[in-house]
Structures are given as structure tokens and as C-alpha cells.
């Protein structure tokens, strides 16, 4: 007995030595679970927000103010974005499109969609696209933009959907129609962008309840004064309000069935 087990020993022993051939070379490669990021920047003036895709695809909402270049492009080489698949401007003032020749001239930019076109001037730098009231937009896998709303200059309302997850940007204060929202969502926003940086009257308590966000994105504007009574509202309402000159850039990660704030 002993005699056979030395002899399983030295086998063994010789076995460890040849290494069998690597299985995982005949495997195809875990796939990733499609993730999203949010990143929404405390710039000192303006709005931008980032999205980013498992799919290596970078689409910025917004600007900034050009007051905010050097905090827009420190945030977004943090972020590892060195190209831009669009750029979408969902209003036309200074505040929101202060960096948009910056952006152009330094990063490659696939494409800018618009709610109206006042920006031919960037038509030899760029693919200009126009966005029209009631489209669908799928920009990414499972990421997909309704418009809701636009101006002839250029402004517009949309959500922002990815699996089971929505997002209200408003781009407007005046309200919105909330059964458009629910109706032309797969769930109701969980997250909604205040318009006009929280200094007027919208969204109203009639929206609020109707379509009960969980969280609710104020930018900063040096010039804008908070309503109070908005900030109230969106208090009373349950909504976890993140004011980004007081939380700073905010980001949430989503999954096609959950999302979390992770910074």
C-alpha cells in the first residue's frame, strides 16, 4: 500500500510539471453587463452632463459657460474622454453652449444635434443632426432619447431611458404635459434635471406628483437665485436634491434594471 501511494506521488509530481493547455484560450470572453454613467459637473457656470457606455461611447449634454473650461476639461480627462460621439445642446445661450468651440477645435466630435439650427457655422467641423418635437432617438444600445418639446431656438425637453431606467431633462420652464412623460417612457423618471438652474417655478407640484422622481439635478449659474418655494417643493416631494455647487459632480452608475449614486 504504501509502495502505491509513492507511486501516485512521483506521478503526480511529473503531471505538475506539464501544465495542461490553457481551456480559456478556446472560450470566448466574458462579456460585460451593459452599464451606464451619468456624470453631471459642478462646473462654476453652466450645465454639462456625461454619459458613458460599456460600448466606449461618450455623449456630452451641454457645455458650460466658457468660464467653466478648465473645470470641463479637467472632468472630462478624469473621466478618460478623449472623443465625443455627440454633443447634444438642449438650449442655445451662453451658459449652455459657452465651450462648444473649445470642444470642437480640441476633441473629436462625431456628431451635434440640435433643436433648431442657428449653429450652421459649425457645419464644416462637425455632423449637424436636428431633433424634432415627438422623435426617438437610439443613440446606444438600450439608450434611447424621446423628445418631448422644442423651440425655434433651439430648446428642448427630453427623457433620457436606458433599460428599466428614466430620466426627465427639461430644458424648459414652462410644463410639460405629464402624461406624455409617463405615457412615452417604459417607467416613470427617476431622476429629473430642474430647468433654468431652479430659479423659476417648474416642475410644479401637479408633475412632481405624477411622475415621483427619486432624484432631482440643480446646475450652478452665478447670475440664477434659487426659488425657495421650488427647492420646497422638490423637498416635500421625497426627492433627494443634489444641488452640485453644494455636492459637488455628481455621478450615477446605471444597470438595465437598477442605478446608484456612487459619487
Same mark, same amino acid.
Given at each position: 500500500m504504501k509502495q502505491k501511494i509513492k507511486s501516485f506521488i512521483i506521478v503526480l509530481s511529473i503531471i505538475m510539471c506539464f501544465p495542461l493547455p490553457a481551456i480559456a484560450k478556446t472560450q470566448l470572453p466574458m462579456q460585460e453587463d451593459p452599464q451606464l454613467l451619468l456624470s453631471f459637473f459642478n462646473l462654476p457656470e453652466g450645465e454639462a452632463t456625461l454619459i458613458q457606455t460599456t460600448g466606449d461611447e461618450n455623449y456630452l449634454i451641454n457645455t458650460g459657460s466658457d468660464n467653466s473650461t478648465t473645470e470641463l476639461i479637467n472632468q472630462l480627462e478624469e473621466l478618460g474622454v478623449t472623443k465625443l460621439d455627440a454633443i447634444i445642446l438642449s438650449k442655445q445661450t451662453e451658459d449652455y453652449i459657452g465651450n462648444l468651440h473649445y470642444l470642437l477645435d480640441h476633441i473629436a466630435v462625431k456628431n451635434l444635434i440640435v433643436a433648431a439650427k442657428p449653429l450652421n457655422e459649425f457645419s464644416n467641423q462637425v455632423k449637424l443632426q436636428q431633433w424634432e418635437k415627438g422623435e426617438q432617438h437610439n443613440l446606444a444600445n438600450h439608450l434611447q432619447f424621446h423628445?418631448?418639446?422644442?423651440?425655434?431656438?433651439?430648446?428642448?425637453?427630453?427623457?433620457?431611458?436606458?433599460?428599466?431606467?428614466?430620466?426627465?431633462?427639461?430644458?424648459?420652464?414652462?410644463?410639460?404635459?405629464?402624461?406624455?412623460?409617463?405615457?412615452?417612457?417604459?417607467?416613470?423618471?427617476?431622476? #429629473?434635471?430642474?430647468?433654468?438652474?431652479?430659479?423659476? =417655478? @417648474?416642475? *410644479?407640484?401637479? /408633475?412632481?406628483?405624477? #411622475?415621483?422622481?427619486?432624484?432631482?439635478?440643480?446646475? =450652478? @449659474?452665478? *447670475?440664477?437665485? /434659487?426659488n425657495p418655494r421650488l427647492v420646497e417643493r422638490l423637498n416635500e416631494s421625497w426627492i433627494d436634491v443634489y444641488q452640485l455647487k453644494q455636492v459637488g459632480t455628481t455621478i450615477i452608475q446605471m444597470t438595465l434594471t437598477d442605478y446608484e449614486v456612487i459619487s
Open positions: 423628445v418631448f418639446d422644442t423651440s425655434v431656438d433651439g430648446e428642448m425637453t427630453f427623457t433620457i431611458q436606458y433599460g428599466d431606467n428614466s430620466m426627465l431633462y427639461m430644458g424648459f420652464s414652462e410644463q410639460i404635459n405629464k402624461d406624455l412623460v409617463i405615457q412615452n417612457s417604459n417607467s416613470k423618471p427617476d431622476i #429629473i434635471k430642474v430647468p433654468d438652474f431652479a430659479q423659476n =417655478n @417648474s416642475p *410644479s407640484e401637479t /408633475l412632481l406628483k405624477a #411622475i415621483d422622481p427619486h432624484i432631482g439635478i440643480i446646475f =450652478n @449659474s452665478s *447670475s440664477a437665485k /434659487l
